[in-house]
């Protein structure tokens, strides 16, 4: 790492930054962007840090990348926090100068919200501990994926109550910044409503621990909050008993109204844990809609799904 | 199946999903007694308009209900009704096909436009480029008061998260 980067070298990379970014679509105007907004950041006098702040432009053009490959805005730098403080750090000095600052965890978003061109772009992945679990709650750091929290829950039979719907590789700064929605949230609502304490670096660099009790208002702005007011840098989960074992059932529709009424019947009385449905369209054009509900258990008890399927129009 | 493979049933397919694509992604919240009204919608894009994921020719998108009371964060918009049901379209093209893109980023305008005609809510990080006044239509005034006060408050200098520009501080280049 640089500590000390002379202004004209700044001045040559901040250019190269601007000058680097390619054509994004400008989804809001509908048009090509040809020409990027270059602003004159200043690291003449980066502070010392844990971990690493790159400027070389393949971490650049790396992290300028998202899911929705519709824009690439290259940042001056990348953070690869060692430490809370240096996010807390990198946050103040981006304050100093006048700096903008996007945080990235496994970048599944796909309009550009994890960028920031010719800014400073932190990478949680460097910050992903998921710290021992209590019969109650777990405690991780925002890059922790929540495989991680599985990991560290599930051989201590506990679960959280509302894991990400289709994919366990997303960070739990991520889903949290911007709702979360399981196959469970029909009986517990989106991760976000599944959240006790948040420890939070605000914009103006300050870290605050905050919850429904405490800072509360910092708590409801940041939750679901799209990263505008603060970062989410460790999050606590309350856990609950997990079961062993989960029967899984596919229940094929052809009728439409059919298939919406039994999905919203089984919402509402919650016989099953989870519950989602797929629409598809074959070949020939035919569409039909599967409802797939899941009962939990753990042996030796069994659920009986003919019970549970009762008065189910499939 | 145990807990453990029910929470990793999708990954093996997640494995071989390709990431290269322009992806607009987008998931609402669509009332329950608007529903069937408004699938008819998506139902009559053709394939090609579609541009759903397919699989063995099978295209596919996913639609679940929802007890809006159970969502209890002021920043999680759900509809007023007491059902809703999850919508998501996971289009993207080909790269470098341009008109393909504009095709569907239009169908995702005029879909979102009909989502808030029958009191949806978007499902934030997936709901295309905002403006400052569509934010304020997402968030509801109060909600839009509360959230301003806190950047205000919490971010004074607005150095976070320069996208989605909702408060309209980031100045974007456009030759539109």
Redesign the interface.
């Known amino acids: 790492m640089k500590e000390h980067l002379s202004r004209r070298k700044f001045i040559k990379l901040a250019a190269a930054a601007g000058g680097a970014t390619i054509g994004g679509f400008d989804l809001s105007a509908r048009s090509w962007v040809t020409q990027a907004q270059v602003q004159t950041p200043s690291f003449q006098s980066v502070p010392k840090l844990d971990g690493a702040l790159l400027f070389d432009e393949a971490s650049r053009r790396a992290i300028a990348v998202d899911r929705g490959n519709l824009f690439h805005r290259i940042p001056a730098a990348v953070l690869r926090p060692g430490s809370v403080q240096d996010v807390i750090t990198m946050v103040q000095y981006a304050n100093q100068h006048a700096l903008k600052i996007a945080i990235k965890g496994q970048g599944h978003s796909v309009y550009g919200q994890t960028q920031a061109e010719a800014g400073i772009v932190i990478d949680s992945s460097t910050l992903s501990t998921v710290y021992p679990p209590t019969t109650e709650s777990v405690d991780a750091q925002f890059g922790a994926l929540w495989a991680d929290v599985a990991t560290a829950t599930l051989p201590k039979g506990l679960t959280p109550r509302v894991f990400p719907a289709t994919c366990m590789a997303l960070t739990v700064g991520g889903t949290l910044s911007v709702g979360g929605l399981g196959n469970t949230s029909h009986l517990y609502g989106a991760q976000v409503d599944n959240v006790t304490e948040l420890e939070v670096v605000t914009g103006d660099g300050r870290l605050v621990t905050c919850s429904p009790a405490h800072e509360s208002e910092l708590f409801n702005m940041v939750l679901a909050g799209l990263g505008q007011c603060g970062i989410i840098v460790r999050a606590r989960i309350p856990l609950i008993p997990a079961p062993s074992h989960v029967l899984l059932h596919h229940l094929l529709y052809t009728d439409l109204d059919k298939y919406l009424g039994d999905q919203l019947r089984i919402a509402r009385d919650g016989r099953f844990q989870s519950q989602r449905g797929v629409m598809s369209r074959n070949q020939a054009g035919q569409w039909s809609f599967t409802m797939e509900v899941g009962q939990f258990f753990s042996p030796p008890a069994e659920p009986n799904l003919a019970a549970l399927e009762s008065g189910l129009q499939f | 199946?145990?807990?453990?493979?029910?929470?990793?049933r999708?990954?093996a397919r997640?494995a071989t999903q390709p990431?290269?694509?322009?992806?607009?992604?987008i998931v609402m919240w669509i009332p329950?007694s608007a529903?069937?009204d408004y699938?008819a919608h998506i139902?009559a894009l053709s394939?090609e308009k579609a541009r759903?994921p397919q699989t063995n020719?099978?295209?596919?998108?996913?639609?679940?209900?929802?007890?809006t009371r159970?969502?209890?964060?002021?920043?999680?918009k759900v509809p007023t009704e007491e059902?809703a049901?999850?919508v998501s379209l996971f289009r993207s093209v080909d790269?470098g096909y341009d008109a393909a893109?504009?095709a569907v980023?239009a169908s995702n305008r005029a879909l979102l436009a009909k989502m808030t005609e029958v009191g949806g809510k978007r499902?934030?990080?997936?709901s295309?480029?905002?403006?400052q006044e569509e934010w304020q239509v997402h968030f509801g005034s109060d909600v839009w008061q509360?959230?301003s006060k806190?950047?205000q408050?919490?971010?004074?200098?607005?150095?976070?998260?320069?996208?989605?520009a909702?408060?309209g501080d980031?100045?974007?280049?456009?030759?539109?």
């Open positions: 199946m145990t807990y453990q493979e029910y929470l990793y999708f990954e997640n990431i290269n694509r322009p992806s607009l992604y329950a529903t069937k699938l139902f394939p759903l020719g099978v295209e596919t998108f996913s639609c679940f209900p929802l007890n159970r969502f209890m964060c002021p920043l999680f059902q049901f999850s790269p893109l504009s980023l499902y934030t990080p997936n295309m480029v905002l403006s509360r959230l806190a950047k408050k919490y971010d004074p200098n607005s150095v976070l998260s320069p996208e989605p909702m408060f980031h100045q974007r280049s456009s030759d539109a």
